[in-house]
């Protein structure tokens, strides 16, 4: 038998499905800071000789993706922290 208006279910929405993960893309930007801030950091401190600030822009660069992976880290585990 059909089921008419009355017998759907509305409460079911995407975030229902196990395999729906709407905090996935935290966890790719955690990773894009993180390889961004390595690589700022090997180019400040390697590549770039004769700035004598660049290892103290290295270690900024490393601190401010530090933050963002943390950020991100936290927002994706969020879900965890405040169902209990």
Same mark, same amino acid.
């Given at each position: 038998?059909?089921k008419?208006?009355?017998?759907? #279910?509305?409460?079911?929405?995407?975030?229902?499905?196990?395999?729906?993960?709407?905090?996935?893309?935290?966890?790719?930007?955690?990773?894009?800071?993180?390889?961004?801030?390595?690589?700022?950091?090997?180019?400040?401190?390697?590549?770039?000789?004769? #700035?004598?600030?660049? #290892?103290?822009?290295?270690?900024?660069?490393?601190v401010?993706?530090?933050?963002?992976?943390?950020?991100?880290?936290?927002?994706?585990?969020?879900?965890?922290?405040?169902?209990?």
């Amino acid at each position: 038998m059909a089921k008419t208006h009355k017998q759907i #279910d509305y409460t079911k929405s995407k975030y229902h499905n196990p395999k729906y993960r709407p905090r996935a893309w935290l966890w790719w930007i955690a990773f894009l800071f993180a390889a961004g801030g390595g690589a700022l950091y090997y180019y400040f401190t390697e590549v770039v000789e004769f #700035d004598p600030t660049s #290892d103290m822009k290295g270690i900024i660069a490393l601190v401010v993706a530090g933050v963002g992976v943390g950020v991100c880290t936290i927002s994706a585990t969020a879900h965890l922290w405040f169902r209990r």
